[in-house]
């Protein structure tokens, strides 16, 4: 049984709150657009970390991260691409990896939008764990929590941090 934090664009913002929530988490998953090193690194000092790079991500992080991270967690296979779209509107650059070969549990991020679906079509579990950055348009900072048991999902949480307009003063 592994107990996972999921978080996705940060865009270089550090918040502590990361690692409080992730505390009781064996890994965190990042969904791309780490957008510091120093991010990333604080992450993965803390809890082993799982990631892929963003379109927002420098050539650092791209040496870090590739664009696509496949790996099995227990009994479960696990795609994570940051720009992968979502059920009935998937991505083109990621359409191929999911129809010929589809995974469980597919993560993306870069809508800034936190979602939770599950695609009859692919038999998979998708997730979006919003942003937990400042930078963008999103209303709420947001992550996830979730426990992986074999081939069994339980335990999805969703974190909200705070809005990330009044923490920028607006």
Request: hydrophobic content about 35%; some cysteine; aromatic content about 10%.
């Amino acid at each position: 049984m592994k107990r996972i934090g999921l978080i996705s664009d940060t865009h270089g913002y550090w918040d502590d709150k990361y690692l409080h929530y992730f505390e009781q988490c064996d890994e965190i998953w990042h969904a791309g657009d780490i957008g510091s090193v120093e991010v990333a690194e604080r992450l993965a000092a803390f809890r082993p970390l799982r990631a892929v790079c963003g379109n927002c991500d420098g050539g650092d992080l791209r040496l870090m991260y590739r664009e696509l991270n496949r790996f099995k967690c227990e009994d479960v296979d696990v795609l994570i691409k940051h720009i992968g779209g979502y059920p009935g509107n998937y991505d083109a650059s990621v359409c191929g990896t999911l129809f010929a070969n589809p995974p469980q549990l597919f993560i993306a991020g870069h809508s800034h939008i936190l979602k939770v679906k599950y695609d009859k079509t692919l038999n998979l579990l998708h997730l979006n764990p919003g942003a937990a950055g400042l930078q963008g348009w999103h209303k709420e900072r947001t992550l996830m929590r979730l426990t992986i048991d074999g081939s069994a999902f339980k335990d999805l949480e969703v974190i909200t941090l705070a809005d990330p307009r009044k923490e920028n003063g607006l």
